[in-house]
């Protein structure tokens, strides 16, 4: 094979939960002899673990109890895969670290321990699962991604320094892709001294994004536990189908609204090079999956609804607002010092409304709008809260410049109050906020209407 025509592949949690999975898998990369390069999350439930053992508050006994479950999960695996001495050892040491760091860490809870720590699920993963593919006959070996993962050093959610990766990437990896499999660590790093540092959770789907770019490779595939991204959650309409082939621009639309199948800024590094992005199952390969690209042959005009619950409208009341300058700056200006994301928007001559973004926001968890908040806006304008509200997006292309979409969308709509419309910023989306209690049923009505 030729190494432009790399294949970086990419295995969730789920999907190397267990020996089983992990056999699945290692078919799926030995299936195209392209696939050189694996890059694996943690068994499923490991990371979970290791953050419990990285709290503040867990005494001895639950410590071990959690040391114990992780062991547990690779020993399972081992079993299966006949003792062999040497991965035995391998992971007895990474275990014997783990103890370690969790102990050291009731002495000092430096962040930098606490990411080693984390970052040995993956370790453990990537040793077992290139195990597994040599168990079926082709050589295989893991390779430590700290070589060429550099990033700084902002512990627990680490920047990759993107040009380091390159050169590092093409002087130690690449040439180890020549004649064998390469199974790799998502999720993790080191930063300049060498120090462990972690991406964040869920990082590996960017992990394997940048290793991606870095060795400009053909294509990425993330295989997690569903088949795709799919035209709505199927789970609301069961006539739900599959996305064959979707844009960049579309699918970063659709995965802030829900879509969980992946971040789209997860796999920007990959965009950025126009490196194809496939998403599909591990479970039932068979079944095909979603080819994200840069341009693609077929852009409807609808190309799915997606919905999210949970929003929190705020709606702000200023006389001051007319003809005047600097309104909108001083109120982003006050969300910004709180930490608030924010995402729609839609104005009057006296009134803002907007809805607060979750994901982008700093939260404690505690709700969004912290008293103090509440109060420095109130000291410009009038603040109205609306809660129990759910925003749904019909997604596709040349929304805003095609004629009639307004009234098919409306016509679906018409039984239902719509809180707030946002349409005309972007050509791939309109989204219209409703009641939570009556969101199911708008997204179900809307996807029987325009996909069925
Ligand atoms: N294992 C890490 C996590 O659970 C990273 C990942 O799975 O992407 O967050
Ligand atoms: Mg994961």
Redesign the pocket.
Known sequence: MSLNQLVVAKF??TSVADYQAMSRCADIVLANPNTRLVVV??SSG???LLVELTQANVNDERRLSLLKQIAQIQYRIIDELGSPQDINAQIDKLLSRMAVLSESLELDRSKAIMDEL?SM??QCSSVLFSAVIREKGTPSNAFDVRQVLRTDSHFGRAEPQIEQIAMLARDHLQPLLVNQVIVTQ??IGADEQGRTT??????????AALLAEALTAFAVEIWTDVAGIYTTDPRLAPNARPIAEISFNEAAEMATFGAKVLHPATILPAVRQQIQVFVGSSKAPEAGGTWIRHQVEDAPVYRAVALRRDQTLLNLHSLQMLHAQGFLAETFATLARHKISVDLITTSEVNVSLTLDKTGSDSSGQGLLSESLLQELSQHCRVRVEDNLALVAIIGNKIASTAGICSRVFQVLEKHNVRMICQGASPHNLCVLVDEAEAATVVHALHKNLFE
């Not at 972690?198 to 992990?207: C, E, I, V």
Request: net charge negative.
């Open positions: 969730g949690g999350s943690a490991v990371t979970n984390l699920g993956e998502g999720f972690t991406l964040g959770r869920g990082g590996s789907d960017y992990s």
